[in-house]
């Protein structure tokens, strides 16, 4: 058995400024995240929605596992993610839907 690791993913994204004028500054966009302004990686997201819906581990059950981590989340943020994942899994069950309607397979929709 493999137990968990929890990471923290710095990501660093330098400036480069023309030495010439400091008109051009130029910075490679952040890789899009699952949520707008969050931290949580999918993986994290789906973790959360996993130990809630499928092991019936409440978010402040989870709270206590992630603080035993050195990790300290509140059920809020953790309820966020669990939306997140909801709406995550529920366009990605339509989209599969979708495909599989005859008029998709047709090319109709
Ligand atoms: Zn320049």
Redesign the pocket.
């Known amino acids: 058995m493999v137990p968990a690791l929890l990471r923290v993913i710095r990501t660093i994204r330098p400036k480069y400024a023309?030495?010439?004028?400091?008109?051009?500054v130029v910075q490679a966009p952040a890789r899009p995240r699952v949520m707008d302004g969050g931290m949580a990686t999918t993986a994290l997201v789906a973790h959360v929605v996993v130990s809630k819906f499928a092991w019936h581990l409440p978010l402040y059950r989870q709270a206590q596992i992630f603080s035993g981590y050195g990790i300290h989340l509140d059920r809020g943020t953790l309820g966020g993610w669990g939306r997140t994942g909801h709406r995550l899994v529920a366009e990605t069950a339509l989209r599969a839907a979708a495909r599989l309607h005859p008029l998709a397979a047709a090319g109709v929709l």
């Open positions: 023309c030495r010439a004028c400091e008109a051009h």
